[in-house]
């Protein structure tokens, strides 16, 4: 293991003084477990195998020493690079982003240039903001918020938060095998997403988020169950969808029964639960749930 967490190090390193611009090649210096592991495994050390490859003319084995020619170097990076510019031009590309000015990199990844150039050069458009440290800051932010909870005052709703409620069967919208007939005799939809706070909803912290009303399903019914389901989904249909996640569950006790027995829901965000109260209309009475926010 300590072989393997240095070998991550120095790559680590490495990453960051790999250059666009870059013609010398690049020397990491492997474990000499790994390479007794190689030839245990295969029958064949990694330098004879290197030899017999497509890449013997772009990478040397010196010692336990592995050296690419930069063309190979720089080629690790493509895949995340990309995927990193695509999420981003869909990010900016939803209307609550519209006003952005600015990206601001941080994180390790960030003090690469081969990233930085990529980021400058597709939204140039944009000011790229890379403070010094940028791999230290994900770090200092953590503790400035431990010390300080309300210097983070706004967040974006990662997913969508709902519970399931049962609503009048539509047979034109939803599955047959979400009917049931309860026991008043309604015929009624099952396992419906009602949603409280959509993805890529403005949260601001500590301040209620969202508000809805529920009733009984039943006259003589003594309390209302509820689960909050959280889903990567911006417009879920069902709580059994796929990613669709119980977070969470709760009863609250009703003193009234019947339509008059509704209860007010509201989602609360802080740093990092969410606080679902439920407060009972006829009597002010107040249940709270506090779930810890999905990573």
Do not use: W
């Not at 960030?110 to 050069?121: D, F, K, N, R």
């Amino acid at each position: 293991m300590e072989d393997y967490i240095e070998l991550l190090r120095d790559f680590e390193i490495k990453k960051r003084v790999i250059k666009p611009d870059m013609t010398d090649s690049v020397t990491i210096k492997l474990p000499i477990a790994l390479l007794e592991l190689v030839e245990k495994r295969t029958d064949e050390t990694l330098k004879d195998k290197i030899m017999g490859s497509e890449y013997n003319s772009q990478i040397k084995m010196i010692k336990e020493k592995l050296r690419f020619d930069a063309a190979i170097a720089k080629s690790f990076f493509e895949d995340s690079i990309e995927s990193i510019v695509n999420h981003i031009t869909e990010l900016l590309e939803e209307p609550v982003n519209a006003e952005v000015e600015a990206i601001l990199m941080v994180g390790g990844y960030s003090e690469s240039p081969m990233l930085q150039q990529a980021i400058t050069e597709t939204f140039a458009h944009l000011s790229v903001i890379i403070p010094q440290d940028a791999g230290l800051a994900v770090l200092k932010g953590a503790v400035i918020f431990g010390h300080n909870p309300d210097a983070i005052t706004q967040r974006i709703a990662k997913y969508t938060y709902g519970t399931d409620v049962e609503v009048d069967f539509d047979s034109q919208q939803h599955p047959i095998e979400k009917q049931y007939i309860d026991q008043d005799g309604n015929v009624k939809c099952m396992d419906v997403f009602d949603v409280l706070v959509r993805k890529g909803d403005s949260l601001v912290l500590g301040t209620s988020q969202s508000e809805k009303v529920y009733s009984p399903s039943t006259e003589d019914q003594d309390e209302i169950s509820m689960d909050i389901y959280a889903t990567p989904d911006s417009d879920p249909e069902f709580n059994t969808d796929e990613g669709c996640k119980k977070i969470g569950s709760f009863s609250v006790p009703l003193t009234v029964y019947g339509p008059d027995g509704s209860v007010h829901v509201e989602m609360i965000f802080g740093g990092t639960e969410i606080l679902v109260r439920c407060t009972e209309e006829m009597t002010g009475q107040v249940t709270d749930l506090h779930v810890d926010m999905p990573e």
